[in-house]
């Protein structure tokens, strides 16, 4: 079982939608939790970071952290077709710098 | 401004042959990674160092070397051990510790074996 599970997808919404994308993970000592943007042959690029439990909203994003669960989310609101691009969850535990990925979820916002 | 400058962009490798790709960054990090991403697979850790002169292998190192002899840099051999190298390759950094603890990452570059 990996440490962190994503849905691939490729998920596709109509503009304007908003977008639930998941990652779940085994590990209860991760408490550190960031999500990722990543264009095709790009470099990911760094969208949300979250400490330990609750909801972090920046602009038309929000990630949601609920430990319990060992589930997290992210929300992008009034999606645009610039969003298309795969989008990876990542974390880690706390004093130690080693990240666990998500194999990402690819998303297409169609105009 | 701050970044990770990996180079080249693109690179092409034949048969036996060692290549080399660079990673730099002045963002004044202790951390720095290479990831390995192939389509459908994720990010998978090659190898990282978490300060100068020390690095440690991760889940594929094999057919990979690396040194870090100054902070800001850290670069990637991919030997012709290497069986299968063409892939996107990624470096990364993080300052860590409690207060900054993501991770950043430079644009990647494209290996070929030709």
């Known amino acids: 079982q990996k440490e962190v599970e994503q849905d691939p997808g490729p998920l596709s919404v109509p503009e304007g939608a908003i977008v639930s994308l998941n990652c779940t993970y085994s590990?209860?000592?991760?408490?550190?939790f960031m999500w990722y943007r990543q264009y095709s042959r790009k470099g990911p690029e760094l969208l949300m970071y979250?400490?330990?439990?609750g909801n972090k909203e920046d602009g038309r994003f929000t990630a949601q952290v609920d430990k319990s669960s060992k589930y997290i989310s992210l929300f992008i609101r009034d999606s645009q077709p610039s969003d298309s691009a795969t989008y990876l969850c990542?974390?880690?535990?706390?004093?130690?710098?080693?990240?666990?990925f998500g194999s990402g979820t690819k998303l297409n916002v169609k105009p | 401004d701050g970044g990770i400058t990996q180079s080249p962009k693109y690179l092409f490798r034949k048969e036996g042959q060692n290549v080399t790709l660079s990673c730099e960054q002045n963002?004044?990090?202790?951390?720095m990674y290479w990831y390995r991403q192939d389509p459908g697979q994720g990010l998978r850790l090659i190898y990282y160092?978490?300060?100068?002169?020390?690095?440690q292998k991760g889940d594929i190192a094999e057919g990979y070397s690396v040194s870090r002899e100054k902070k800001e840099s850290f670069p990637l051999t991919v030997t012709s051990a290497q069986k299968n190298p063409t892939a996107f390759y990624l470096c990364?950094?993080?300052?860590?510790?409690?207060?900054?603890?993501?991770?950043?990452f430079g644009q990647g570059t494209r290996l070929t074996v030709v």
């Open positions: 990364a950094s993080t300052a860590g510790g409690a207060l900054r603890f993501e991770a950043f």
């Open positions: 590990n209860s000592a991760f408490q550190y």
């Open positions: 979250t400490y330990s439990s």
């Open positions: 990542a974390m880690r535990v706390y004093n130690f710098n080693k990240f666990y």
């Open positions: 963002l004044n990090h202790d951390a």
């Open positions: 160092s978490q300060i100068v002169n020390d690095f």
